[in-house]
């Protein structure tokens, strides 16, 4: 075998130790966090979705029933209210804060004065603490000293009762929007701005219109963002746990069951294999997203 | 798009901004009144007006001693998941984003994956774990567990800071013979030093913020974080809703203060809001 010999030894080994020294600080410095992931993220997914194939509860190690916990849940009202009130829940939080997010977003790209007090005063709901706003919203709805209530009666229409099956659902949604659009309208917003300048100018040459420019200009503009923005917020939507549990715990009569707080229930009562199972049920759906999520996420 | 507006343009923009502040307004600003009422003034004769306000509640909130253990215990737990993720988030991320070798890429998907997994998936898995260690109930035992979206977070937007920082600096200290460890933490660390403030805070934010792992891990009143603490006044028999304001405002203000001025540090664009919590 002929060896081409570029360099002397003594430089080409200590090149190579270099580079060896090099991956070995790396992975030693990445160690830490990995261990971690490993240990609190990656084990317990696997074993979240080994427990679901078992009839494991508190105290036992359970046995594999295959499919059993799957094919009962899939008989379980709960569980099926839980998938419908999930897709309702973000299929219309999310379209509004779609709507809604890049409206606002528009309105603040104009030459609106004082833009720094209104993007600060838009970003309130999301930089309070989750439970802070969910708490509130629950105070807003309450029958009895709610403000909603106050006004409604105020206005002569009367006691109404927000949080009942027909309306529990969109007293969640709406919550639910007013907490999670700043997130949107604060990307979206940062994305408008760095649209060129020029292509709008350009496009006033030839004469295109308001609507031209938007479709043409500015959505090919801020459509990376946007899609990243519905990806993240549409997997936080999907498993958030406090607008359901601390606005109505799922109920009355599961009219807001949503999966996460269906897990939760499971766990209570202690029949680890099931309530797994619920979580697992889901993963298809998040795997896929997060899938995208990655990708998506790695190109930035 | 930014040209000259129409004055009905005008009117109709601002009556938007208008109509929005008052729907972020109202719920904060109905919080605020009820967290200084009676409860006489909140259930006998509700209004959206402030007749008597007092701060009874808070003198009551602030007097008890069981509220003053869950905001230390949040303390803690948000104080300790936030220092041990971002040590160790700092060297993971410095390795993703200096170093070349092996796996990186992988190791690098695996941070962005489990920066998007959340917790609902994980929390039955780990309630088996979480107890097999003996950490059921303990701060410890959920300092361990923030760690699941503490260090994911803190390594993703650390990342980001050090990828802006050209390369040349730290090789213009390692070839004035410091190593590369020095050239990190005299060099590098100093110069991302306001991109760190932000990291911790918007990793405090989401460990003191937490609720669904914090109400699993904790079962005895002394252990209990502050979400969980005013989750129990909701759920139990008696509300006080004046007191569970009191306590959520008490909780929101602090941490909301350091959101905002930690807001100015962050790269302009996704980053800027892009923050689970």
């Keep these: ?300 | 798009m930014l040209g000259k507006l129409t004055l009905r343009q005008k009117i109709f923009s601002y009556a938007c901004l208008v109509l929005l502040a008052i729907l972020i307004l109202f719920p904060i600003y109905y919080m605020l009144t009820v967290s200084l009422k009676t409860n006489r003034d909140i259930y006998r004769v509700p209004s959206l007006l402030l007749p008597n306000p007092t701060l009874a509640n808070y003198a009551e909130l602030l007097g008890r001693r069981g509220f003053a253990v869950n905001m230390r215990n949040s303390l803690i737990v948000a104080g300790s998941a936030t220092v041990i993720s971002v040590l160790i988030s700092c060297l993971a991320a410095y390795s993703l984003v200096r170093l070349r070798y092996r796996g990186r890429t992988w190791i690098g998907r695996l941070i962005l994956f489990s920066y998007l997994t959340p917790a609902s998936l994980l929390f039955i898995p780990l309630a088996v774990i979480i107890s097999r260690l003996q950490l059921g109930n303990t701060l410890q035992g959920l300092i361990f567990t923030y760690l699941t979206f503490a260090a994911p977070l803190s390594t993703w937007l650390l990342m980001g800071f050090f990828r802006n920082v050209p390369v040349d600096l730290e090789e213009q200290a390692m070839v004035d013979g410091a190593t590369r460890l020095e050239a990190l933490f005299h060099i590098l660390l100093p110069v991302i030093a306001p991109g760190l403030v932000a990291v911790s805070v918007f990793t405090f934010t989401g460990a003191w913020n937490e609720l669904l792992l914090a109400l699993i891990f904790t079962t005895s009143p002394e252990i209990r974080t502050v979400p969980v603490a005013l989750q129990y006044l909701i759920t139990g028999d008696v509300f006080r809703w004046g007191l569970i304001m009191a306590g959520a405002v008490v909780a929101a203000v602090p941490i909301m203060t350091l959101y905002y001025l930690s807001q100015r540090f962050v790269v302009q664009g996704l980053a800027a809001g892009a923050v689970k919590t």
């Design chain 1, 1 to 300: 075998m002929a060896r081409p010999v570029v360099l002397p030894t003594s430089v080409r080994a200590s090149r190579i130790s270099l580079s060896r020294r090099t991956s070995l600080l790396g992975y030693a410095l990445v160690a830490p966090v990995v261990i971690c992931l490993l240990i609190l993220v990656v084990y317990p997914f696997l074993f979240g979705v080994a427990i679901s194939f078992t009839n494991r509860e508190i105290g036992t190690e359970g046995q594999f029933v295959g499919l059993a916990n799957f094919i009962y849940l899939s008989r379980l009202p709960s569980f099926q209210k839980s998938i419908v009130n999930t897709l309702v829940l973000v299929g219309v939080v999310q379209t509004m804060k779609l709507v809604f997010g890049l409206g606002i977003a528009l309105l603040l790209n104009q030459a609106i004065r004082a833009r720094q007090f209104w993007r600060g005063l838009i970003l309130l709901p999301w930089a309070m603490p989750a439970f802070v706003a969910y708490l509130t919203w629950k105070l807003l709805y309450l029958p009895q000293g709610g403000a909603f209530n106050v006004i409604s009666v105020g206005l002569g229409f009367g006691n109404i009762d927000f949080l009942s099956r027909e309306l529990a659902m969109p007293s969640v949604i709406l919550a639910t929007f007013w907490r999670g659009f700043p997130f949107w309208v604060i990307s979206f917003l940062a994305a408008l701005q760095s649209v060129p300048q020029e292509q709008y100018e350009a496009a006033a040459i030839d004469g295109a219109s308001a609507w031209q420019r938007f479709w043409h200009i500015t959505l090919p503009g801020i459509l990376p963002v946007v899609l990243v923005v519905v990806l993240l917020s549409t997997i936080w939507t999907t498993n958030s746990f406090e607008n359901i549990w601390l606005i109505t715990q799922g109920g009355p009569s599961d009219a807001t069951m949503t999966f996460p707080v269906l897990a939760y229930y499971g766990l209570q009562t202690l029949r680890i294999g099931e309530a797994a199972a619920v979580s697992v049920a889901m993963l298809p759906v998040f795997v896929t997203m997060a899938f995208i999520g990655v990708k998506m996420l790695e190109k930035e």
